[in-house]
């Protein structure tokens, strides 16, 4: 989900939205002995400014499934070297999720953070009061306000 070389690694959406970088491309690539390091097919605008990462990636796949892989086996691509500077990103931690740590300066950027953890696998943009654990999802911006679901369990102290 990035212009590779740009964004090899782990994460990529949330990177990608942690960077502010909305306008992206999906790489179709070989695959190698490498971690996204193999030569290119084909590329794909992509736009990962709006919606929750469960939409994202359904997009993502519809256009991977319907348009990317029907071009391939019809047209049989010869890779190319991927061009540029190489750019690697960390795959995120389960803790990295934890609204109290993240550098968030507007209802944008938090917008930005609970929208790109909200798919099924993905530990939910969070915050712990005590001994409460806040889980958000399925947050939408109206006007000058979030809004969305949340959950809160109780932490086992231990």
């Known amino acids: 989900m990035t212009d590779l070389p740009f964004g090899r690694g782990g994460s990529p959406l949330q990177n990608l939205i942690l960077r502010k970088t909305y306008n992206t491309k999906i790489s179709a690539i070989k695959v190698d002995e490498g971690i996204d390091t193999g030569k290119v097919y084909l590329k794909e605008d992509f736009y990962v400014g709006l919606g929750s990462a469960e939409e994202i990636f359904i997009e993502a796949s519809n256009i991977i499934f319907s348009k990317m892989i029907p071009y391939i086996m019809e ?15 960390k795959r995120r931690l389960p803790e990295e999720s934890d609204l109290a740590k993240a550098d968030l300066e507007n209802l944008k950027d938090l917008d930005d953070f609970i929208r790109m953890l909200d798919a099924e696998g993905y530990p939910n943009a969070f915050i712990t009061i005590g001994k409460f654990k ?21 932490e086992y102290q231990k």
């Open 134 to 154: 806040i889980s958000f999802r399925e947050v939408h911006k109206k006007s000058d306000k979030l809004v969305g679901r949340f959950e809160i369990v109780e």
């Open 75 to 89: 047209n049989n691509p010869i890779p190319y070297e991927q061009e540029g500077n190489v750019v690697s990103f």
